[in-house]
Nanobody
Framework: QAQLVESGGGLVQAGGSLKLSCAASGNIVTILSMGWFRQAPGKQRELVAKITIRGTTTYGEAVKGRFTISRNDDVKNTVYLQMDSLKPEDTAVYLC??????????????????RGQGTQVTVSP
């Protein structure tokens, strides 16, 4: 069965940097896009960044110019989020996702979307 495993996150002072990673495991055939949403208390979930199978990237307005999403083609189905110049308002639970996933399980093909368990990012003033 396919799943996402997140790592990174933690506590950092304003102006600092953190790096998140998200790896899709299982017999993955294709993933159309991967990225992160974030959810802060009392706020709506918002897109942070995503990267498509073609390498096209999209960023939320709040993080443009400060965050960079990338992937390592040598490590399949793994994406990274480099977060620089962090601000207290970046504090949230960051949720990795993968859309348009095709994977094989018990000799059958499955299609669906995956969601990670979420990782806390806290930026102190």
């Amino acid at each position: 069965q396919a799943q996402l495993v997140e790592s990174g996150g933690g506590l950092v002072q304003a102006g600092g940097s953190l790096k998140l990673s998200c790896a899709a495991s299982g017999n993955i055939v294709t993933i159309l896009s991967m990225g992160w949403f974030r959810q802060a208390p009392g706020k709506q979930r918002e897109l942070v960044a995503k990267i498509t199978i073609r390498g096209t990237t999209t960023y939320g307005e709040a993080v443009k110019g400060r965050f960079t999403i990338s992937r390592n083609d040598d490590v399949k189905n793994t994406v990274y989020l480099q977060m620089d110049s962090l601000k207290p308002e970046d504090t949230a639970v960051y949720l990795c996702y993968a859309d348009g996933v095709t994977y094989v399980s018990r000799m059958q093909y499955f299609n669906g979307d995956l969601r990670g368990q979420g990782t806390q990012v806290t930026v102190s003033p």
